[in-house]
Every structure is written in structure tokens, then in C-alpha cells.
């Protein structure tokens, strides 16, 4: 199938049949979301067969690194929705100058987060990590930080070919690096009997591999997404400025809501090490459901975007219905497959060279029966937040982010923590409510700001009306 150029796919995104389009364009990235989820997966196996604490430390240092990997996706998410909306009214210029804006604001926090390696460990003690994580996991984490920097680069290039549709470039590049993770990590672990630092460094080569793939791509003189090296410092007065007002309340969105699992990691600590792992285990376990309908969600945001750029409030809309069916259907296929294969995986994590651990496999099953079933209120919660994205209401997720952490999370765990002596079941049910109860907000704020957006467009096609007549 002929692959679509730049302009071809703005006409199909603004006049295609919608659901037609995000099942298009979705499906690539819900394989691709998938992968991903199964790529952090493979780092709680390899750790689980190393040692229960390792798998801990390891879902740890994870948080952490998501602390500061949301910083640079919340950059790139806030800033791909100007860039959208200028590709979606078709002003190429515009379009290019705000992609290199984008380009210096990761080249300068990548500087950042470079100059923060030395003080590993330090950083790691002052915000009261237990020791026992930080004998290895100083190193683990260090690799992490440079992996992150690199994977600015696979962010970039991963949004761009999401903008212009072609989403199976990305479903191609991540296979082929989660194949090169999964030998390195494999050959480290199980050849080599390395430890955890390896893992981190099998995760740092697979994306250098991806990052080498997209640069000749990114440099492309013939699309309007292009770097310029000569932009990339020299862009229009205030664009730094309009991508940050916007990325801003994502960035601390993402990193917030990071920063959160590191509290309730803390709280789940207070039931012994292990449990951190067996919730961090449970997590990725539930979130391959989670991530292949977020997939789906994933492609709206960007068709909202262009729609909404174009001044088509009431297709961004439809955009929005289609999502929230499609991610549902897609909850419900992904709930299933989960549910009968679940048997065979959760014995894998409680297995290491020591042997099977009976105990821990039971520690995880618990938080899992409840934990699987917040994959319904993300499919809800995802398809709001990707329509409020689209249309750039950032503050608005933003708060909605802080209602799911600080209201629907952390207070309802201490509440459980009163009334459920089992801590594995207090952090499951946490999690479905957490996860289920943000969506009723988000759903009536998304309905609230459809409506004003129906209006908005009467309006101006009243507006267009009168024009006309005078003239």
C-alpha cells in the first residue's frame, strides 16, 4: 500500500470516516504500546530471575526514571499540539519553526539531566531511598538517565510519524528494538549471570539502535517536520515560550503522577521490600491491557488537533466518540487475553535462580485480580484526557491528574490500610479505584467542553453567514 505524503493524510484527517481512521492509524501505535509495556516487562523478568529485591529495585529505579522521562514527554506532548495545529491549517513554516523550537527545549534538558549523573547517589539518599536499592542500583540508574536522554531522540521522531499518520514505521521501529533488547538483556542475564546494571545497559543500546535509525529520517529536507540546525537556535521570538505554556502542565502532569507511584511505593514499602516488586509486577502485568487500548487513544489526540486547527470543532468532537467505543472494545479484547494467559505469567515473576517462590507469585495474584480491572475506567479516562489534549486544555489535565494521585490514590490507600490488613489487596483495590474513579470527572468535563465547542462553531458559522451576506 502506497504510503501517504504530508498533505494526503491532513485531507484524510480532516474528511475520512473517523472511526475508520483511528483503528488506521491506532492499531500500529496499539501494537506498538504494547510492545513497550512488554519491553519494561522483559526488565521485571530478567530482575525476577535474578533476585526478589533486584525486581524491587528495579521497579524503584523505574519510577524514578519516569519522573524525568514525563519531564521531556510532557514537553513533547504540550509542543505536538501547536505543531499539529499549524500542519492541521496547513502553514508548513510555522510548522517546521515550532519542530525545531521543540528540538533545542530536549537539547537543553538534556544537558540538564546529564550534568545531574555524578550525583547519583546523593540524589538517591536525600529523597530517602532504602539503602539496599542503592548498592547497585546508583549504577542501574545512572544508565537509565543517559538511556533517557538518547530515547529524546526516538520521542521526536516517534511523534512525527504520528502527526503525518504513518504509524507502522513506529510498530517496525519498536519491534526491532525491543528484538535488540531482549538478546542483549538475555546474553547479560542468563549467559553472562550479570546483574541488574546490565539490564539498564541492554535498554540504553536498544534505544541508541532506534535513535541511529531516526535521525537520517528527522534530517529529511523534504518534510516539513524537518531539523535545521539553523532554526533549531534561531526560531521566531515567543515559540519557546507558547510550546512550554503549553507542555508545562504536562510535564509536571507526567512527572507528578510519577512521583506519586514513588510515594505509594514508599507506603507499599512499609510492608516489606517485596511488596514494592509484586505491585510494580502486577502493574506491568495490567498495564499490556492499559497500553494496547491507549494505543487507540494515542492517535485521536493528534486528529483532534488538526481538526481543531482546521476550525472543525464538531468532527474533533466525533473523533472523541469513536475513541471512547474503540478503546472500550479494545479494554474488553485485551481483559480477556490477559485473563487466560495470566496463569502461565505470574509464575514466571516469582521465579529466580534461587528458585519458585510460592509466597510472592500469591502476593502478586492478589493486587492483580484487582488491578486488571482498571483497564475499563482508563479506556474512559484515555480517550478524555487525549480530547482534552487536542484541543490544548493542558491545566485541565493537569488537575485531573492531580485528582487521580492525591484524591482517588494515595488518601483512598490510607483509608484501606484502616479497614484491610492485607496489604496486597489494599494496593489492588487502590488501583482500580484510582484508575475507574478519575474517569467520572474526566468524562463530564470532556461532555461540558464539547458543548461549549458545538457552540463555538455555530457561532462562527454564523459569523461566516452575516459576512457573507454584506458582502
Not at 499518520?165 to 519491534?175: E, K, M
Not at 535513535?211 to 529536507?221: N, Q, S, T, V
Request: proline content about 2%; charged content about 15%; hydrophobic content about 50%.
Amino acid at each position: 500500500m502506497r504510503r501517504l505524503t504530508e498533505s494526503e493524510f491532513r485531507e484524510k484527517s480532516l474528511s475520512s470516516n473517523v472511526y475508520l481512521l483511528i483503528i488506521q492509524v491506532g492499531t500500529p501505535l496499539a501494537v506498538f504500546a504494547l510492545f513497550a509495556s512488554l519491553f519494561s516487562l522483559l526488565d521485571t523478568i530478567m530482575a525476577s530471575h535474578i533476585g526478589t529485591i533486584d525486581v524491587s529495585t528495579v521497579a524503584y529505579m523505574n519510577q524514578l526514571r519516569m519522573i524525568l522521562n514525563s519531564i521531556g514527554t510532557g514537553i513533547g506532548t504540550g509542543s505536538m499540539i501547536l505543531i499539529n495545529r499549524a500542519y492541521g491549517a496547513g502553514d508548513k513554516a510555522k510548522t517546521n519553526e515550532l519542530t525545531n523550537t521543540l528540538v533545542r527545549l530536549l537539547l537543553i534538558l538534556s544537558l540538564i539531566f546529564l550534568l545531574m549523573i555524578p550525583f547519583v547517589p546523593a540524589i538517591l539518599r536525600l529523597i530517602k531511598t532504602p539503602e539496599e536499592f542503592i548498592s547497585e542500583g546508583a549504577a542501574y540508574f545512572r544508565i537509565l538517565i543517559t538511556a533517557t536522554v538518547v530515547n529524546f531522540v526516538n520521542l521526536i521522531y516517534i511523534n512525527v510519524e504520528k502527526s503525518r499518520g504513518r504509524t507502522g514505521v513506529i510498530l517496525v521501529a519498536n519491534l526491532s528494538m525491543m528484538v535488540i533488547k531482549l538478546i542483549f538483556s538475555a546474553l547479560f542475564v542468563y549467559v553472562l549471570d550479570k546483574g541488574i546494571t546490565y539490564i539498564a545497559l541492554s535498554t540504553l543500546i536498544s534505544y541508541s539502535a532506534c535513535a541511529i535509525y531516526a535521525l537520517p529520517h528527522l534530517f529529511d529536507r523534504n518534510s516539513i517536520f524537518c531539523i535545521r540546525p539553523s532554526l533549531v537556535f534561531h526560531t521566531k521570538k515567543g515559540y519557546s515560550k507558547s510550546l512550554l505554556s503549553l507542555s508545562f502542565p504536562v510535564a509536571v502532569e507526567d512527572s507528578t503522577f510519577s512521583l506519586g507511584k514513588v510515594i505509594v511505593n514508599s507506603i507499599a514499602s512499609s510492608y516489606g521490600a517485596e511488596m514494592i516488586g509484586a505491585l510494580g509486577i502486577s502493574n506491568n502485568v495490567s498495564g499490556l491491557a492499559a497500553s494496547f487500548e491507549n494505543g487507540f487513544s494515542d492517535a485521536s489526540s493528534s486528529i483532534v488537533s488538526q481538526n481543531y486547527g482546521a476550525g472543525k470543532c464538531r468532527r474533533a468532537i466525533k473523533v472523541y466518540i469513536a475513541n471512547i467505543i474503540i478503546t472500550f472494545i479494545a479494554s474488553l479484547f485485551a481483559l480477556g487475553v490477559l485473563y487466560a494467559f495470566s496463569d502461565k505469567l505470574i509464575p514466571i515473576f516469582a521465579t529466580s535462580r534461587n528458585g519458585f517462590n510460592a509466597g510472592f507469585m500469591e502476593t502478586i495474584r492478589r493486587i492483580f485480580i484487582y488491578d486488571s480491572l482498571s483497564c475499563f475506567g482508563i479506556a474512559f479516562n484515555g480517550a478524555g484526557m487525549d480530547f482534552l489534549l487536542g484541543l490544548g486544555k493542558t491545566k485541565v489535565t493537569l488537575v485531573l491528574n492531580f485528582l487521580k494521585i492525591f484524591v482517588f490514590r494515595i488518601p483512598v490507600l490510607f483509608i484501606l490500610q484502616m479497614f484491610i490488613s492485607d496489604g496486597a489487596t489494599a494496593l489492588g483495590i487502590m488501583m482500580m479505584i484510582s484508575n475507574c474513579g478519575v474517569a467520572i470527572p474526566t468524562t463530564l468535563i470532556c461532555i461540558h467542553v464539547a458543548r461549549n465547542l458545538i457552540k463555538e462553531e455555530k457561532l462562527n458559522e454564523i459569523k461566516s453567514s452575516e459576512s457573507f451576506t454584506l458582502s
